[in-house]
Every structure is written in C-alpha cells, then in structure tokens.
C-alpha cells in the first residue's frame, strides 16, 4: 500500500509529523506536549492533569470559554487528556478548518492565562472525575495493578489522588507549565486531508521561535508489593494480573503481542475460550499488551460475581502457564490476520494515524510505514514466539482483586 | 458513493452504500426485533438471542464462528437495542463473501440446551457487571417508570429472575417468528461487491420462510402521556456519587420536530460548550451533566443525566429544569444554532469517513423507516433547521414539565 509519510524537526526540538490519507476529507491533529502525570512530583499526584485542565481554560486573547466556542463554532471535535508520559490537546475536523484551529492549539501551548479566578473550577472538576472513578471497578482495579506494576512514579495515576489535588496551588501550576510544557520533546501530529508544506509553514510560523530551558529528569522509585487486594462492596470481583514485557522499542515487542492476542486478544483466543465460551465464569475476560516507552507489561482482566471468582482467577493462571511449548500455527495465522485488517482500517481513520504516527515517534524516533509493520508481523513464526516465552517465563505476576472477599494467590505460573 | 437495493423473493431487503476507494467492507443482519418486542415470560430474550446466535449452528460450533472470524481478522459483534439486533463484521474487501456467507449461516442458529444452560451464566453476570457501575440501574428504572404500560418499558438485559426463569424452548420459538427473511436487512457499506452480496444472499438466505411479522407499534392512547411526575431512589451506600437520569416527552422517530430536538439537546445539554455544560460542569459542580434526544417509531423523550455530590443532587437538578424553563421562555439565539449546526456537521461527516460507522447509520435508518440518506442528505438536515422550528420544539415538548426522574447512589443529604 502506497503511503504518504512526512515528518520534519524544528529548530526548537518541536516534532512535526504527517501522513496524507486520500479520500478523506477530514483532518485530526493532535500536539503530545513531554508534560505527562510522571513529572507530578512527591506529594503532588494530578498536578499535570490540573494544569492540563487550567491551560484550556484561557490563552492568549482567549477566555476559557471563547476557546471552547471558537473550536466548536468551527466544528471541531477536539479533546484534551494527561498520560503518564504527555499533556496532549487534539481535534478532528474538516480539512478547510484546519488554518483557524492552529492558532487556539498554539495559544494553549504557549500562552495559557493560568488565571486565579479559573484555579477552583478546575480543580472541582478534577476532583469530580476522580470520584467518578471511583464508581468504575473496572477502572480502578487496573490502575491498582499499574501501581503494583510499574516503578513509582510511572505506575502512579495520571488522574490523581483528591488528598493531593486539594493542596495543589497555582504557583505550582505555573511551575509545572513552565518547565514541562515545553518544544524539546513536542509531538505534533496531522493526518487525513492534508497540505503539508503549507501546514509546515502556518505551524512554523506559530511555534518556531518557542524556546525553553533545560530537560527535566525523573528519578525512578520502587515497584508496589506483588499482591494487593482492594475492598469494594458490589456483586462483582474484579481481577487484573500483570508481568514484565519488553517495551514496544525492544525488537522482540511483537513476539510479545503476539503471544498475547494468542493468549487473549480475540473472540477464539485461549481465555476468552476457556473461561467465558467453556465455563460460562464471566462476561468479560481479556489479555493484552500494554506498552510506556522504557516500560511495558502484559496484562489480564476480568470480572465475574465473588462466588465464582477463584474458579476464574485459577483458570486464568493455568491458562497464562499452559501457553509454552503450546503455541499452534492456526492461532498465529489468526493474530497475523487481525493484525493487518486493523492496520489497515486504521488508514479510515484521521484521528487513529495522527495518534499512531505520533506514538511510534515516541517510542522509536522514527514512524514505520505501514509496509515495515505489515513486515514484522509476517516474519513471526512459531518457533520464534516459542522462542521468547521459553526466555521470558512468568516469574513477577502482580495481582488485584478488587470485591467484597480477597481471593487465594498462586505462589507461581507453571506449564 | 452510490446506492443499491434488492428485495429477494422471501421478503430479505439487501441494500448497500458503495463507497469508491474504501479500504474495507463493513456488513450487517438488522433483525428488525428488540426488547419491545417481548412479552414478561420472554424478557431478555432479544439479548440472550443475540449471544446465542454465537454457539453455532447445526453444522458449525461456535468456537468454529470465533476461530473463522479471526481468520478473516474481522472486527465482528453484536447489539440489541429496544427496537433492534444487529450482527456486524468490518473485513477487508477480499474477505467480503467469507464474512457474509459465515453471518448469514449464524442467522440459523442450533440453539442447543446445553449451549443454552452456559450462557445463560455468561448473561446472568453482564446483568450484574451494569447492575455495579454507574449509573447503577437508574436508566432502567427511569424507562420502566416513564414507559410504565408500554413495550418500550422493558429493559434489553432482562433481570436475573427473567433469565433464569426462560426456557430454551421459548427462545427458539421467538427465534422463529422474529428472525424471519421479511423481517430482517442484509446492509453493507464501503467497499461492496453488490452483485456478490445478493448472490451470496440468495445463496444461504432464499429458502428462508417469511412470516409476515405483527405490527410493532401501539395505539396513540397507550403512550406515556408524563402527566404525572415520578421520582424514584436507588439505594448504593458505598458510591462515591450520585446518579440522576430524568425522561420527558419528546417527538417520535417519524416526527419531523425530531431533528431540531436533537439539535436542541446540542445546545442545552452536549458533554461540552452547551448551556448545562458552562453552567454545572465548567464550574466543577457536577461530574456530568447533559441531555440527549431518543426516538423509536412510536415514542421519543427527552433525557438528562446528572452525577454529582450526594448532597448536590436536588439543587443540581432544581437548576437544570430552571434552565428549561429559561430556554422555553427566552428562546436561543441565531450564534447558538450556528455553533450547534457546526457541531453535527463535524460529526456527520467524520463518522461518514468510516465504513463500520457508516453500516449503522445506514441499516438502522432502513429498518425503520424503508429509506436511505446519504451523508450528504444528513449534513442537508442540518443545515435547514430553523430557529422557528427549534422554538417550536421547545413549546411543544415542555421540558421543565412533568417528568419521571430516578436517583441512585448513597442520598446522603437527599431526600429521596
């Protein structure tokens, strides 16, 4: 499949990257800014996402509320999030849109107002995201098991924890902005219908001479404790269970996913065949890989009434331990054939590519084409994921159960 | 883009957009059946169906459908609705005819008892997986409360009672009479093959019996009429927020007052730059806070959903029936309906782009009404919507007026 890939990097360090998608006539732009939930700070969890929430809320000429009307006057969609790793602000729109959206989006990076007056609203509303998740099991069992997971303060929660939010102030927001929101590290990502030496231009234009101080580091903490069982009053026990894999940079990555999706990535897959097809023991069981950029883990998941959760957490467990030496090439041509019908229905899509170039770019300094990916999947044999489970055995489960009653944990994964 | 139609002898209407230069096919069976179309005994039958239709069939396990639709990396699931089920697949176009022959097969399913016993687990826990997340069973309970006397009333899952008390028998029964050829749509979108499609249709589908299915809609004098307000409590002490879902009168999937209800509920209550967003949610107050429109071919209403502090909740809703009644009296103004015009326009023409997006704009629309709109004839819609008309919407459907309003959650502080 012909693609059209472009990427450039500015003075600055900021990164512009494009893919053009005919037939579109939309365009998704997304700015990846390097001011992710893994800069909060001790004491300070949701400190990215408050300021996040406060640069939305008034830059350059714009009110908090001329910024909203001005991109929904002009039919964007747009969306902004915090991540582990960025503070990312993003829209979909159609193509001819594109020109007067670039300037708001510039505005939000280099010019938020940051102003007394919007500090409560928006830290009311972070605290009320914050106890809607609490509501979500679901939710809330696998950010436990991140924390279990990943070294502090990669496993923390980028939504926060309220005890800290509440203490936050603005000159720590305007701290935080001022050192992380920041070119060096930028991602700027387009794709659909797209120009793109004139869209280098305007966006050249807006953020070229942005200029910021030197690279912040982060110092890695310790991991949680193997097991943690978290009291919830409800029908429902929830389990998630993760171990080491390598990250999505490593070259052995898609030997891991692929093992994975073997494992629990479809409708045939191992454990949604054997604990819901077979047993019937839940609605939703799931694995998959899960991947930061020096970080990555497997990951499974689910959630089923209390009295029949050890049954599923045990099926689970055996199913993780019977997957060496087991591997069937049918289950391998099946990854392989999902793997490609959703590259490829990505390119439908101007939003996915704008999020999958940019992350690629994260991870790998580079985009891989289509063809490259398409490639890596190809080139998977059985005998090379054989290869990997047999060096990468599951020696560090983590595990979370979240319900009325804790649930017995095995010692170990065994085949 | 271009559009086909063919009605086989039995009554299955096949019918396809065709979009030039799409990278994928998205294909569907609308099952013109749902939970309205239920009785007591078969409550959560439409739904159970639904994932019964995935244990195989007399010749085909159901570990065979799941293996098969890997193999052809389909993106394949299944939905039931109030008024519909839908069985979809997005393949790549070379997978077209595999993915059509394998839906159309499952359309017969064996429907075996043992299969039947399994999954009747499986059904009994997605119940108890919605029954402990927000918003914790107040939708349903609203629907029942506001719908009370009519089929619209019953929920899709059933309860744990009714699907532990259905027998298989009645299922295949109601498998019969509803999965009939006359009563179904074969829909395809993107990249279609059109004259393999009906070819593939006649193939598994032409011996297929019609049986001239009984009318779906009731008597005027059966509607809800919201005459009477209603408020209703579900008691969750451990939540961290309370859940408000509150229904009102509004035009039907036949009334031309629906389109600008839904632009309406742009303006009053969309999850960002409407009225109930700058007032509530801005400000903090509430976790959620919007309105949406639903229609069906003979009902329709208005409904609001709000989560908020426990101790909010009354005052919360109080001002959001004030802001209503504000709207009724003071109308909109020409930069709202411009702004909310702009927005479904956005969002008409990027769902557009993707042909899995696009199948169920375009079957569902067939479904129920016999017609097709193409992208273009929905952005039209958009754009000849009037402000007269919107304030005619807001005269006519009284959305300050009487209402069926449940809360769940732990009412500390509340009345309720």
Same mark, same amino acid.
Request: glycine content about 8%.
């Given at each position: 499949?012909?693609?059209?890939?472009?990427?450039?990097?500015?003075?600055?360090?900021?990164?512009?990257?494009?893919?053009?998608?005919?037939?579109?006539?939309?365009?998704?732009?997304?700015?990846?800014?390097?001011?992710?939930?893994?800069?909060?700070?001790?004491?300070?969890?949701?400190?990215?996402?408050?300021?996040?929430?406060?640069?939305?809320?008034?830059?350059?000429?714009?009110?908090?509320?001329?910024?909203?009307?001005?991109?929904?006057?002009?039919?964007? +969609?747009?969306?902004?999030?915090?991540?582990?790793?960025?503070?990312?602000?993003?829209?979909?729109?159609?193509?001819? +849109?594109?020109?007067?959206?670039?300037?708001?989006?510039?505005?939000?990076?280099?010019?938020?107002?940051?102003?007394?007056?919007?500090?409560?609203?928006?830290?009311?509303?972070?605290?009320?995201?914050?106890?809607?998740?609490?509501?979500?099991?679901?939710?809330?069992?696998?950010?436990?098991?991140?924390?279990?997971?990943?070294?502090?303060?990669?496993?923390?929660?980028?939504?926060?924890?309220?005890?800290?939010?509440?203490?936050?102030?603005?000159?720590?927001?305007?701290?935080?902005?001022?050192?992380?929101?920041?070119?060096?590290?930028?991602?700027?990502?387009?794709?659909?219908?797209?120009?793109?030496?004139?869209?280098?231009?305007?966006?050249?234009?807006?953020?070229?001479?942005?200029?910021?101080?030197?690279?912040?580091?982060?110092?890695?903490?310790?991991?949680?404790?193997?097991?943690?069982?978290?009291?919830?009053?409800?029908?429902?026990?929830?389990?998630?269970?993760?171990?080491?894999?390598?990250?999505?940079?490593?070259?052995?990555?898609?030997?891991?996913?692929?093992?994975?999706?073997?494992?629990?990535?479809?409708?045939?897959?191992?454990?949604?065949?054997?604990?819901?097809?077979?047993?019937?023991?839940?609605?939703?069981?799931?694995?998959?890989? +899960?991947?930061?950029?020096?970080?990555?883990?497997?990951?499974?998941?689910?959630?089923?009434?209390?009295?029949?959760?050890?049954?599923?957490?045990?099926?689970?467990?055996?199913?993780?331990?019977?997957?060496?030496?087991?591997?069937?090439?049918?289950?391998?041509?099946?990854?392989?054939?999902?793997?490609?019908?959703?590259?490829?229905?990505?390119?439908?899509?101007?939003?996915?590519?704008?999020?999958?170039?940019?992350? +690629?770019?994260?991870?790998?300094?580079?985009?891989?084409?289509?063809?490259?990916?398409?490639?890596?999947?190809?080139?998977?044999?059985?005998?090379?994921?054989?290869?990997?489970?047999?060096?990468?055995?599951?020696?560090?489960?983590?595990?979370?159960?979240?319900?009325?009653?804790?649930?017995?944990?095995?010692?170990?994964?065994?085949? | 883009?271009?559009?086909r139609h063919e009605r086989l002898p039995?009554?299955?209407?096949?019918?396809?957009?065709?979009?030039?230069?799409?990278?994928?096919t998205s294909v569907g069976f609308f099952?013109?059946?749902?939970?309205?179309?239920?009785?007591?005994?078969?409550?959560?039958?439409?739904?159970?169906?639904?994932?019964?239709?995935?244990? /195989?069939?007399?010749?085909?396990?159901?570990?065979?459908? %799941?293996?098969?639709?890997?193999?052809? /990396?389909?993106?394949? %699931?299944?939905?039931? *609705?109030?008024?519909?089920?839908?069985?979809?697949?997005?393949?790549?176009?070379?997978?077209?005819?595999?993915?059509? *022959?394998?839906?159309?097969?499952?359309?017969?399913?064996?429907?075996?008892?043992?299969?039947?016993?399994?999954?009747?687990?499986?059904?009994?826990?997605?119940?108890?997986?919605?029954?402990?997340?927000?918003?914790? /069973?107040?939708?349903?309970?609203?629907?029942?409360?506001?719908?009370?006397?009519?089929?619209?009333?019953?929920?899709?899952?059933?309860?744990?009672?009714?699907?532990?008390?259905?027998?298989?028998?009645?299922?295949?029964?109601?498998?019969?009479?509803?999965?009939?050829?006359? %009563?179904?749509?074969?829909a395809a979108t993107g990249a279609v093959?059109?004259?393999?499609?009906?070819?593939?249709?006649?193939?598994?589908?032409?011996?297929?019996?019609?049986?001239?299915?009984?009318?779906?809609?009731?008597?005027?004098?059966?509607?809800?009429?919201?005459?009477?307000?209603?408020?209703?409590?579900?008691?969750?002490?451990?939540?961290?927020?309370?859940?408000?879902?509150?229904? *009102?009168?509004?035009?039907?999937?036949?009334?031309?007052?629906?389109?600008?209800?839904?632009?309406?509920?742009?303006?009053?209550?969309?999850?960002?730059?409407?009225?109930?967003?700058?007032?509530?949610?801005? *400000?903090?107050?509430?976790?959620?806070?919007?309105?949406?429109?639903?229609?069906?071919?003979?009902?329709?209403?208005?409904?609001?959903?709000?989560?908020?502090?426990?101790?909010?909740?009354?005052?919360?809703?109080?001002?959001?029936?004030?802001?209503?009644?504000?709207?009724?009296?003071?109308?909109?103004?020409?930069?709202?309906?411009?702004?909310?015009? %702009?927005?479904?326009?956005?969002?008409?023409?990027?769902?557009?782009?993707?042909?899995?997006?696009?199948?169920?704009?375009? /079957?569902?629309?067939?479904?129920?009404?016999?017609?097709?709109?193409?992208?273009?004839?929905?952005?039209?819609?958009?754009?000849?919507?009037?402000?007269?008309?919107?304030?005619?919407?807001?005269?006519?459907?009284?959305?300050?007026?009487?209402?069926?309003?449940?809360?769940?959650?732990?009412?500390?502080?509340?009345?309720?």
């Amino acid at each position: 499949m012909k693609q059209s890939l472009f990427s450039v990097t500015l003075d600055n360090g900021i990164v512009l990257l494009g893919e053009d998608l005919p037939g579109l006539e939309s365009v998704a732009i997304a700015f990846h800014t390097p001011a992710g939930a893994v800069h909060d700070g001790p004491g300070r969890c949701g400190l990215a996402t408050l300021s996040g929430e406060m640069m939305l809320r008034g830059a350059g000429d714009r009110s908090s509320r001329e910024i909203v009307e001005s991109l929904e006057g002009a039919g964007i +969609q747009w969306s902004q999030a915090v991540s582990t790793s960025h503070a990312s602000f993003a829209g979909a729109m159609v193509a001819r +849109q594109l020109p007067e959206a670039l300037p708001i989006y510039a505005d939000i990076l280099r010019r938020p107002r940051l102003e007394a007056d919007q500090l409560e609203s928006a830290r009311q509303m972070v605290l009320q995201n914050l106890a809607g998740t609490e509501d979500d099991p679901a939710h809330r069992a696998m950010s436990a098991l991140r924390q279990l997971h990943y070294p502090a303060p990669w496993g923390m929660p980028s939504e926060g924890i309220s005890t800290q939010v509440e203490e936050l102030d603005l000159t720590a927001i305007r701290g935080f902005v001022a050192a992380h929101v920041r070119p060096a590290g930028t991602i700027i990502a387009i794709a659909g219908r797209i120009d793109w030496p004139d869209f280098v231009r305007r966006i050249t234009a807006l953020v070229g001479d942005w200029q910021a101080g030197p690279a912040p580091t982060v110092q890695a903490g310790p991991r949680g404790p193997r097991f943690r069982h978290v009291s919830h009053d409800a029908q429902q026990t929830h389990i998630a269970l993760a171990w080491s894999a390598p990250p999505y940079r490593s070259d052995d990555s898609y030997e891991a996913t692929a093992a994975l999706a073997i494992l629990g990535g479809g409708s045939s897959a191992r454990l949604f065949t054997e604990v819901r097809e077979r047993r019937g023991l839940c609605y939703s069981v799931s694995a998959g890989y +899960q991947t930061l950029r020096d970080h990555a883990a497997a990951v499974c998941y689910s959630g089923t009434s209390a009295a029949r959760a050890q049954e599923t957490l045990d099926v689970m467990v055996a199913e993780i331990g019977r997957l060496p030496g087991t591997i069937q090439s049918e289950e391998l041509d099946r990854v392989k054939a999902r793997a490609k019908s959703g590259l490829v229905m990505q390119q439908e899509s101007s939003a996915a590519r704008a999020g999958a170039i940019a992350r +690629q770019w994260y991870h790998l300094g580079a985009v891989r084409t289509l063809a490259d990916e398409l490639a890596r999947y190809d080139r998977l044999t059985v005998s090379t994921i054989e290869a990997w489970l047999a060096a990468h055995p599951v020696r560090d489960l983590s595990v979370v159960s979240l319900g009325r009653e804790p649930l017995e944990v095995p010692d170990a994964v065994s085949a | 883009m271009q559009f086909r139609h063919e009605r086989l002898p039995n009554g299955l209407d096949v019918i396809a957009e065709i979009t030039d230069g799409a990278l994928s096919t998205s294909v569907g069976f609308f099952v013109k059946t749902g939970a309205r179309d239920e009785t007591d005994a078969l409550w959560g039958a439409s739904h159970f169906l639904e994932h019964m239709v995935f244990k /195989g069939t007399h010749d085909l396990s159901g570990d065979e459908i %799941n293996r098969r639709f890997d193999w052809m /990396g389909a993106a394949a %699931n299944a939905f039931t *609705s109030e008024e519909d089920t839908v069985y979809h697949a997005a393949v790549l176009p070379e997978q077209q005819h595999e993915a059509v *022959s394998l839906l159309t097969r499952m359309m017969r399913p064996a429907l075996r008892d043992e299969d039947f016993q399994t999954e009747k687990l499986v059904i009994l826990e997605e119940i108890r997986m919605y029954d402990d997340q927000p918003p914790f /069973g107040a939708d349903d309970r609203c629907r029942a409360a506001f719908f009370a006397g009519h089929p619209l009333a019953r929920s899709v899952l059933g309860t744990v009672d009714s699907i532990t008390a259905l027998p298989v028998d009645a299922m295949r029964d109601y498998h019969r009479r509803r999965y009939a050829p006359d %009563n179904i749509v074969l829909a395809a979108t993107g990249a279609v093959d059109f004259a393999a499609l009906v070819e593939t249709a006649r193939r598994h589908c032409g011996d297929w019996e019609p049986q001239a299915a009984a009318p779906r809609t009731v008597p005027a004098t059966a509607h809800p009429d919201g005459g009477r307000p209603i408020v209703e409590s579900i008691t969750r002490p451990g939540a961290a927020l309370e859940y408000a879902v509150r229904m *009102s009168a509004g035009p039907d999937g036949s009334d031309d007052d629906r389109y600008p209800a839904k632009l309406l509920a742009v303006i009053l209550g969309d999850e960002s730059g409407s009225r109930l967003y700058w007032s509530l949610v801005d *400000s903090g107050e509430a976790e959620h806070a919007s309105l949406h429109h639903h229609d069906y071919l003979d009902a329709g209403f208005f409904a609001t959903q709000l989560s908020c502090d426990a101790t909010d909740v009354e005052s919360l809703l109080a001002r959001i029936v004030a802001c209503y009644a504000d709207a009724a009296r003071q109308g909109i103004t020409a930069a709202e309906l411009g702004q909310a015009r %702009n927005k479904l326009a956005g969002r008409v023409v990027l769902a557009g782009e993707r042909p899995r997006r696009r199948l169920f704009g375009v /079957g569902l629309e067939w479904a129920h009404t016999g017609r097709y709109r193409s992208v273009a004839d929905d952005l039209a819609i958009v754009e000849s919507i009037s402000l007269d008309h919107v304030h005619h919407v807001l005269d006519r459907w009284p959305l300050d007026g009487p209402a069926a309003t449940v809360l769940a959650g732990p009412h500390t502080g509340t009345s309720a």
